[in-house]
């Protein structure tokens, strides 16, 4: 009796009673089962436990587990051989169908020899015991059990796991119902159990492949990898101590596997280990689950995966985060002396080796790339980057990668599955890697309703702090970059970044760029931003999306000559609109100058010869700077301005102003030298303001612009304003040669648009301008009059209306009394023929406009479409674009003056119509010609041509 009251004693005996019965049979055997069935006899019979341990004996009895109870804390001593993992299979509730459904797929797998436990958890421990009774022979195979208590749910399975085993033993807990493949499984949890023992930061395994998706597109994994959430539901291999830490953690048995193992992996900074996904060979979830089986690869893939898996080492593991970005942390020494790599779900870490949350800190990154790719491109292409920028381009240099397949709209769906299983191969130890799929929605030609920012910001995924990375790369699949990209970069923004307002930097060449001869890189600053291989500073995301919510729409993409129609992209307009942000925001770049920086893989180009380590780099302290047309300008540092003046860089050179503490003496120096007559700029705001004040009348102005070829235009003009008594002009001449000319004899009412002009005016370098006159619609000619909405705005914002007038214009009239109230804009019609509507083309040669906000508006809508397409299109027609199809009809109330008083060319000089008007015109516009010499000749013939009459040469006199 006092043997029988003790518990120890009791527990002592089963477990020799287990290993006596687990013996071969011999005298020693049979003497000691006999002296044991006494002792037995005498415990199993104590009154206090007769019940519980009577039902104990009959199951040790019916299956031979080697499992006792004690105290409701049973322990279970594996019988599983070494090196193999124990499996626990869960049915609650019990279900013979699904448990004969998986332990027959588990029968059928192979365990190179090992012996492998299976031990049912249940709610009906009855049921089990039977069930392993009448099916033991068909499972010969496996060393099946039963846990003795009946369980609730898997937190109380899992607490039933008390084992007499170590701490890191394996152990694997799957869910009744599910198939497992024959080989790949068992082959998946050994591995796992290999993998896991290497990786002090790795909960477990899950028996699943990650579902990943980007943009709702499925992304495949053909690697094995450690991901920061937990999928568990299905089936886990986890160790004794984090089986026994995860029960603990669930307080209620409502709380799922995967939520708890999510809560204790984030609280550890613990990771989850997955297997290949891609044609995944693990296991198979019912028909009823909503998962999707993984189980779709043939023998011979399977094959393939298997021994993939079998094959894998833990320091060639992938770790993932939350933001499903990829890392090698034990490819790369990311982290300081004395601090160890770790990934957690924020991201890699250093840490020190206590591994604890408050002694690791975020490693800091100078550089991201961002490669872009067209998913019907061929993979080859993006390869060929990422090699070129693995090798030779970065080097041992940390950087992180983001890639970006564009899909297109119009796809089926799975035109990215090469290009996503290509890239799910690579390994890129620089930083971490990440796979976006952006849906390349094609653009049409009428407006829609998406937001720009929307579909662009997909092109430029949210990085990091900008304190953790300074600049991202954006190259296109097929580029390759030189080896010296990154350190010019670095050199080039250090030395000129406080020189000039930069915003990045431009890795191919433009065409404005000569090749020169000698090994040397150096680089130019420049206003023109090209459109292939961006570098621009993180921090100028958030302000360049918020720019294209307030001033980009699909209609001004059209307007910068992209068109869904044709094929372009939202990945080519992002490279236009980027370029088109840096002007719009007065930023330079740095572009590479001398030895190429980069080039396209394409077979005319590959032999052109890439900078490299053997070239130098040479950065001069006054750098060379070019403006948006490659004409040299000078920058502040060069001390362009006079000494009393503040200086600052634009993109069309430096701008000179006052401060207010010494406006005096500084004015005196800006807007005139002793024996000098030194322009007014229009950017010179106060000079400007102090102009208008003189030569306005009544708040208005009459604005003409003017270049070298047509002075006499300009003055035959002015003589019959001033024949019909108007004298508020003012005008704005294009070169330096042009305002040396009128200014002599209109002086102050005469402007030069930039210092630039200026200053190479006030040197032996002075520009010839337009010395012929251009023709009309000619690149030259676009190029000018594509500024004049700039001209107009300055004046608009000092508050006056503005009467801007055509110089190839006669004024027979005072155009002022044929204006009528209430109007925002008063302009006149390009007219063909009687036939035409007024509204036809609205002519921009002649138009009156008040200084109102619409107005305003329209002025900059004009002016920045206009500089987005210089060179391309004529700028009226962009003018009566915008005007029709961008919403100012109806917000503008617009009149078009009468063709009675202000016909166009073709209907003045076509003496039919001329010879049927009841009055002569108040302003005859000499268009519809080309070339300025028979604009002359057509004046001439009308006699309007009055520069050449001697009797007003005073009205063109100095005064």
């Known amino acids: 009796p006092d043997l029988a009251l003790s518990s120890a004693f009791r527990l002592r005996f089963r477990q020799l009673w287990a290993r006596i019965m687990a013996r071969p049979i011999s005298f020693t055997t049979v003497s000691a089962c006999f002296i044991f069935m006494l002792c037995g006899y005498l415990l199993f019979t104590h009154p206090t436990d007769v019940e519980q341990d009577t039902t104990n004996v009959m199951m040790a009895r019916e299956t031979r587990p080697t499992v006792a109870s004690v105290e409701q804390e049973p322990i279970i001593e594996w019988t599983t051989s070494e090196g193999a993992v124990p499996i626990v299979l869960i049915s609650r509730p019990w279900s013979e169908a699904a448990i004969l459904t998986t332990l027959q797929s588990l029968a059928g797998m192979s365990t190179n020899g090992d012996t492998v436990a299976v031990h049912m958890a249940t709610d009906d421990v009855q049921a089990a015991s039977s069930f392993i009774k009448q099916q033991l022979a068909a499972f010969s195979g496996l060393n099946l059990q039963v846990l003795v208590n009946p369980i609730r749910s898997w937190h109380t399975a899992v607490d039933q796991l008390k084992v007499v085993a170590k701490d890191d033993q394996p152990v694997c807990v799957l869910m009744a119902g599910q198939e497992v493949h024959a080989d790949g499984f068992y082959a998946w949890i050994a591995q796992a159990a290999l993998l896991l023992s290497q990786h002090s930061f790795a909960v477990g395994a899950s028996l699943l492949p990650f579902q990943h998706e980007t943009h709702g597109v499925p992304l495949p994994h053909s690697h094995a990898f450690l991901h920061s959430e937990g999928q568990a539901e299905h089936g886990f291999i986890t160790t004794v101590s984090h089986w026994r830490s995860l029960a603990q953690s669930s307080p209620t048995a409502q709380t799922t596997l995967s939520n708890t193992l999510q809560g204790y992996a984030a609280s550890h900074q613990l990771l989850t280990l997955y297997p290949p996904g891609t044609k995944a060979c693990t296991l198979s979830i019912p028909q009823t689950d909503l998962h999707i089986s993984p189980l779709t690869g043939s023998d011979d893939s399977c094959a393939i995966w298997i021994n ?129 799929i952006a849906q390349d929605r094609r653009l049409v030609a009428n407006r829609e309703t998406d937001n720009a920012a929307t579909l662009l910001s997909s092109l430029w995924p949210e990085g990091e702090e900008p304190t953790e990375v300074a600049r991202d790369i954006f190259v296109q699949a097929g580029l390759e970059l030189s080896s010296l990209t990154m350190r010019w970069v670095t050199s080039a923004f250090a030395k000129y970044s406080q020189v000039a307002p930069l915003a990045g930097a431009v890795l191919l060449p433009t065409k404005q760029q000569t090749l020169v001869s000698g090994a040397h890189l150096t680089a130019l600053i420049s206003a023109i931003a090209g459109e292939d291989g961006f570098v621009v500073d993180v921090t100028l995301r958030r302000s360049f999306l918020a720019w294209c919510r307030k001033d980009v729409s699909i209609s001004l993409l059209q307007d910068f000559g992209i068109d869904g129609r044709r094929g372009d992209s939202l990945g080519h307009a992002f490279r236009v609109l980027l370029a088109y942000y840096f002007k719009q925001n007065n930023k330079f770049t740095l572009q590479p100058s001398g030895l190429l920086l980069a080039r396209r893989y394409t077979f005319d180009s590959v032999s052109l010869v890439l900078a490299d380590a053997s070239h130098r780099l040479e950065l001069p302290v006054v750098p060379d700077a070019i403006d948006e047309n490659g004409d040299s300008i000078s920058l502040c540092m060069s001390d362009v301005c006079p000494s009393r003046s503040l200086c600052r860089d634009t993109l069309a050179g430096p701008m000179c102003s006052c401060a207010s503490s010494d406006q005096s003496s500084c004015m005196q120096q800006l807007t005139g030298l002793p024996g000098t007559d030194r322009p007014v700029l229009l950017t010179d705001t106060m000079g400007l303001g102090r102009l208008l004040q003189h030569v306005s009348r009544d708040g208005k102005v009459t604005m003409m612009t003017a270049s070298s070829g047509f002075v006499d235009f300009t003055l035959n003009l002015i003589i019959s304003m001033k024949k019909v008594g108007v004298d508020n002009f003012l005008i704005v001449a294009e070169d330096f040669a042009c305002y040396q000319r009128l200014n002599a004899k209109f002086p102050g009412r005469v402007v030069l648009p930039s210092l630039r002009m200026m200053m190479s005016g006030m040197t032996a370098d002075s520009e010839a301008g337009d010395s012929v006159g251009f023709s009309y619609a000619s690149k030259q000619y676009n190029e000018l009059v594509a500024r004049r909405p700039r001209y107009l705005l300055a004046v608009l914002e000092a508050g006056y209306d503005v009467l801007y007038t055509d110089t190839d214009t006669v004024w027979l009239e005072n155009p002022y009394n044929h204006f009528l109230p209430g109007y925002d804009l008063q302009i006149s019609s390009d007219k063909e023929d009687e036939t035409f509507s007024p509204w036809h083309m609205l002519c921009t040669g002649f138009m009156y406009m008040r200084s109102t906000d619409v107005v305003k508006s329209f002025m900059t809508t004009w002016r920045r479409d206009l500089e987005a397409a210089t060179g391309k299109a004529v700028n009226q027609y962009i003018f009566n674009n915008i005007f029709n199809k961008k919403g100012f009809a109806e917000t503008m109330k617009v009149r078009p003056l009468p063709d009675l008083k202000f016909p166009s060319g073709a209907l003045y000089f076509d003496s039919n119509w001329r010879n049927q008007q009841p009055e002569r015109p108040a302003v005859v516009h000499n268009n519809f010609i080309v070339g300025p010499e028979v604009k002359r000749q057509r004046f001439r013939n009308r006699n309007l041509w009055f520069v050449e009459d001697p009797a007003y040469s005073h009205m063109i006199q100095r005064s």
């Open 308 to 436: 993939r898996v079998r094959k894998l080492r833990h320091d060639e593991l992938h770790v993932m985060d939350a933001a499903n970005r990829a890392w090698m942390p034990s490819s790369r020494n990311f982290c300081t002396a004395g601090r160890k790599a770790r990934v957690v779900a924020e991201g890699l870490v250093c840490c020190d080796d206590t591994a604890t949350r408050a002694s690791c800190t975020t490693p800091t990154r100078a550089w991201r790339v961002i490669l872009h790719a067209a998913c019907n491109d061929p993979p080859g292409m993006m390869v060929h980057t990422l090699k070129h920028l693995d090798s030779q381009t970065l080097g041992s240099q940390q950087a992180d990668l983001e890639v970006i397949l564009a899909a297109s709209a119009d796809g089926t769906g799975t035109e990215c599955d090469e290009s996503a299983q290509t890239l799910e191969r690579w390994r890129w130890p620089h930083g971490y890697f990440r796979v976006h």
